[in-house]
């Protein structure tokens, strides 16, 4: 594997661990065994330059289920500035967000290191409200306390998120 494959490699890698295992709302920090945040990340609104979904009316949204009170805010967001929405695909599923969008088929809300080359970053120049930031902090489950494999799967996801930030 040569330097550009193992840099490709890790940035797949961190992404993966940050948006598909560790990351919370804000307003999770409270609750019990919801993991200590390691930094926080940048929400970002993301689309298709090609298609131009932020013009339509409504605003079709693609968003992750990020638990109701990120959702709120992000909704309530959007209706603070007047603009019209509906949401048309909901889905923890990060590529399914990603293929929607790459579609046109609507606007995503997602971090910004998950943002691929093929997506325009969006913002005020676009009719968008500002986002907020969520936390990533490494969660796991009781049932795995005894899983070698998730042991060293947890450390590892830990040391290249720490080498990462």
Known sequence: ???MESATSRANFISWVTHTIVT??????????????????????????????WRRDPLPLALHELGSNLRTQVLSAVA???REYRVVYGSPNMRGQIATTESGLAVAVMSRCCVPPSLK????????????????????????????????????????LKQER
């Open 1 to 3: 594997m040569n330097q």
């Open 121 to 160: 970053i969006l913002d005020a120049r676009q009719g968008l409200p500002a986002l907020p930031k969520m936390e990533v902090a490494p969660v796991r489950s009781k049932d795995s306390a005894r899983s070698l494999a998730v042991d060293m799967l947890y450390s590892e996801a830990l040391n290249a």
């Open 80 to 82: 603070a500035l007047g």
């Open 24 to 53: 919370r709302h804000t307003a999770s920090r409270a609750v019990p065994d919801q993991g200590v945040c390691l930094f926080e990340e940048h929400l970002v609104w993301a689309a298709s330059e090609q298609h131009e979904a």
